[in-house]
C-alpha cells in the first residue's frame, strides 16, 4: 500500500539502473536524462519521486513499456533507512532521538509527544508518520526544528 501512494522514499541508485537500462533497450536520450537528474543523491523526496514517476511514465509510453512494475521495484518504505530527507537535507535517526522528548513540545501538542515516545524513546515510524501527514506550514516547522536541534 505504501508503494502505490509513494509513500515512502525513492531507491535513487536502482530509479538510475532502471532508466539506463531503459536506454539501452530503447536508445530514447530522455532516459539518460531521467537518470541524471537524480546523480549525486541517495534519498529522494516525495516531489522527486513525482518527478521521476512522471518522466519514466512520459518516457515509457512513447516506448511502449509499462511503466507500473518498474515504480513499484525502486520505492522503499521511508523508515527502512537510517535517516530522514527533509527537503534536500538528510538528518540520521540517531541525531533526532538526541532531542530531548521536552523540546518537542514546542512544537507539537502534548498528544502527539506522547506519541513519539511512548515506548521510551523516539519512534521513527510514527515521527515520519506526523511529518507526511502536516500542512506545508507544519511541515517547515518540523523541518526546521529538527534541522537546527539535529545540529546541536
Wanted: hydrophobic share 40%; proline share 2%; net charge negative.
Amino acid at each position: 500500500m505504501q508503494k502505490l501512494s509513494l509513500n515512502g522514499q525513492l531507491n535513487v541508485a536502482h530509479a538510475t539502473e532502471l532508466s539506463r537500462s531503459r536506454y539501452a533497450e530503447t536508445a530514447d536520450p530522455e532516459y539518460l536524462s531521467i537518470s541524471e537528474r537524480l546523480a549525486g543523491q541517495r534519498y529522494s523526496s516525495v516531489e522527486k519521486i513525482a518527478e521521476w514517476v512522471n518522466d519514466l511514465d512520459t518516457a515509457d509510453r512513447r516506448n511502449n513499456i509499462n511503466t507500473s512494475s518498474a515504480i513499484l521495484s525502486v520505492m522503499e518504505p521511508i523508515t527502512k533507512e537510517e535517516a530522514l530527507l527533509l527537503g534536500n537535507i538528510e538528518i540520521p535517526f540517531e541525531k533526532i532521538a538526541q532531542i530531548d522528548e521536552d523540546e518537542w513540545t514546542d512544537i507539537l501538542g502534548r498528544d502527539d509527544v506522547d506519541s513519539l515516545f511512548k515506548e521510551g524513546s523516539l519512534n521513527n515510524k510514527k515521527l515520519v508518520e506526523i511529518i507526511l501527514d502536516s500542512s506545508a506550514i507544519e511541515y517547515d516547522i518540523l523541518s526546521s526544528f529538527i534541522q537546527n536541534k539535529a545540529r546541536s
